[in-house]
Structure formats: structure tokens, C-alpha cells
């Protein structure tokens, strides 16, 4: 779409999660099948840096980002899930590893999304239209 100006008003979506996820897999081919634009950024080989986290702390909480559910999470010591208990202790955990960040996490302007299911994507997406 544009304005009368020339200018873009289509939103670029940015898809943030890991390629090998099964649900980021259902996330990919969901956008791809509705012809929807967007970047995918993958932490293991994009990285994630301490901006593109607080963002996402910012726009969601720490909670929920951090997936105490996943095999990463079963993964650690008791001492490094007792750090994550705090803000500053989850962000740590998150940055030093990226795969126990809920996935996937779809930005589009100054909204986020946590998690995917159809209907969630249609009623995010369907806004931007």
C-alpha cells in the first residue's frame, strides 16, 4: 500500500526464534502460505544482543519469554534455574542462551507477539491489513 506521497505503508514483520523449532517451522509456513513479508532472525546463527532482548522484556515481560518448559530449561543446574528467578538473572540466562526464549516472537511496528497458533496470527496480522 501506499500514500499519496509514494511511500510504503506495509508492515515488515520480523520472525525471531530458532530454524529448527517445529514451531517455528508451523510460524514460517503460515506467513509463507498468506503471502505475509517478514525477516526471520534466528538467535543461533543472527545472535541476540542485550537491545533486541530488553525490547522484547520491554514489550512482553520476562516471564513469559522464558521457556521453563523446553529441554533447555530441564538442561540446567538448579543454581542457574534459581538466577533466572530475578529480571536481571532471566535476562543473563537469555542472553547467554537463546534457546530457552519462548518461540516464536513475531514484531510488527510496536507490537509483539508470543507464541503461535492461526487464530492469534490471523488476529495480529489481520489488524495491519
Known amino acids: 500500500m501506499l500514500t499519496d506521497e509514494g511511500i510504503s ?6 520472525l525471531y526464534g530458532i530454524k529448527n523449532c517445529d514451531t517455528i ?11 505475509i513479508d517478514y525477516r526471520f532472525h534466528d538467535y543461533r546463527t543472527d545472535g541476540l544482543d542485550d537491545q533486541l532482548l530488553q525490547q522484547l522484556i520491554d514489550g512482553l515481560g520476562w516471564e513469559p519469554l522464558l521457556n521453563t518448559r523446553g529441554t533447555t530449561w530441564r538442561t540446567l543446574s538448579d543454581d542457574q534455574k534459581a538466577t533466572a528467578a530475578t529480571v536481571a538473572g532471566a535476562k543473563a540466562l537469555m542472553l547467554e542462551q537463546p534457546s530457552i526464549i519462548k518461540r516464536p516472537v513475531l514484531v510488527a511496528n510496536d507490537k509483539i507477539l508470543l507464541g503461535f497458533s492461526v487464530d492469534n496470527y490471523q488476529q495480529f496480522i489481520g489488524g495491519d491489513k
Not at 517451522?25 to 498468506?34: F, G, I, Q, T, V
Open 25 to 35: 517451522k508451523k510460524a514460517r509456513r503460515w506467513l509463507e502460505e498468506h503471502q
Open 9 to 14: 505503508l506495509k508492515t515488515t514483520y520480523r
